[in-house]
């Protein structure tokens, strides 16, 4: 088994090990390939659930494929629970997200719900966040102006071009942050016009953290 193959079965372990938190009702879905994993262990308990919101027109193929309905987040009163990975977390649980570009959905989902519980393989944890590209969706006629505003915040910012979020939207990708302070960094950036969101998620971190590993899943929570 090679590593990129290690690594996609910590990712299925985690996904496994978040079944136990679903305790039915509509369950708040992300995206990316940890969850994709989630979609298809939630698939053989699909008759516990009245359904699924989702964060990408991906995932919600993914979920219709399974027989999963997928609902308008607009139709429910607030979600219980959310199920999403992470590009990195520190101790914290504060995140970064949006490697799959899917962040402001994401961030909205997880404002929705009471409990957010996302799911990674062990690699995912980090003392600072910052290693992994910062994506920030932005307006497509603010391009340049944003990506100005970011480098005097100190960031290397790299437009993701032939990328179109599920907005219309594009994706700036900061390089180069040791994000020493998530939830000021996560308002200054969003402060800019023209960015319609970060992808830290600090201000909404997550509420457990479940991470697959050698030793099998291990749980952290806020
Ligand atoms: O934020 C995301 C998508 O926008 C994903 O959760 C993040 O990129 C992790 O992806 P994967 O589970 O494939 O490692």
């Known amino acids: 088994m090679d ?31 940890t969850v994709n994993h ?18 990408s027109e991906a995932s919600s193929q993914r979920l219709k494929a399974h027989g999963i309905p997928v609902l308008d987040l607009n139709a429910t009163g607030g979600l219980s629970l959310y199920v999403d990975g992470a590009d990195e977390s520190n101790k914290a649980l504060q995140l970064i997200k949006g490697g799959g570009g899917a962040l402001t959905r994401e961030k909205i ?39 100005r505003e970011l480098v005097k915040l100190g960031g290397n910012p790299v437009w993701r071009e ?33 960015v319609v969101t970060v992808g830290i998620f600090a201000l909404r971190p997550a509420d457990v953290l479940i991470l697959g590993s050698a030793d099998g899943p291990r749980t952290i929570t806020a």
């Open 3 to 33: 590593s990129a193959q290690r690594q996609d079965e910590l990712k299925k372990q985690a996904a496994e090990a978040a079944l136990s938190h679903v305790e039915g009702g509509v369950i708040g879905v992300g995206t990316g390939s």
């Open 162 to 194: 032939g990328f179109t979020t599920d907005n219309g939207n594009l994706i700036l990708d900061i390089n180069g942050l040791q994000i020493m302070e998530p939830m000021k960094l996560e308002q200054q950036i969003n402060n800019i016009a023209g």
């Open 38 to 55: 989630f979609i298809d262990y939630l698939a053989t308990i699909k008759g516990k659930i009245d359904g699924a919101v989702s964060s």
């Open 109 to 147: 989902v997880a404002a929705a719900s009471e409990r957010f519980v996302c799911i990674a393989d062990e690699s995912k944890l980090v003392p600072v966040l910052g290693a992994f590209p910062l994506p920030v969706e932005v307006i497509p006629m603010a391009r340049s102006y944003v990506a």
